[in-house]
């Protein structure tokens, strides 16, 4: 059974900055990937970054230039950076990994931009 526990996240101003953290029991995270999403209110669930257990990393076009994943292997944590936030980035936001082809998701945290 693999827990993720998230934290981070809240409310900004348009333009602000918040970090999200992900955090997994043992050393998971270090040998698979791990993802971050986001679903808006009616809309799916998106990809919004994504870091190899090699630490190559890919993101979503919305997201490019403002967004960062990394992972801190010493803390079993992937970390969200979010800069430069825009009202459309509102929703909640969720980190997954796959194991055995079996998907984990965090508990899921709103992320609120104000305009």
């Known amino acids: 059974q693999v827990q993720l526990v998230e934290s981070g996240g809240g409310l900004v101003q348009a333009g602000g900055s918040l970090r999200r953290s992900c955090a997994a029991s043992g050393t998971i995270f270090r040998i698979r990937p791990v993802g971050w999403y986001r679903q808006a209110p009616g809309k799916q669930r998106d990809l919004v970054a994504r870091?190899?257990?090699?630490?190559?990393?890919n993101y979503a076009d919305s997201v490019k230039g403002r967004f960062t994943i990394s992972r801190d292997n010493a803390k079993n944590t992937v970390s969200l950076q979010m800069n430069s936030l825009k009202a459309e980035d509102t929703a909640t936001y969720y980190c997954r990994l796959v194991l055995r082809g079996i998907p984990y998701w965090g508990q899921g945290t709103q992320v609120t931009v104000s305009s």
């Open positions: 870091i190899t257990s090699g630490g190559s990393t």
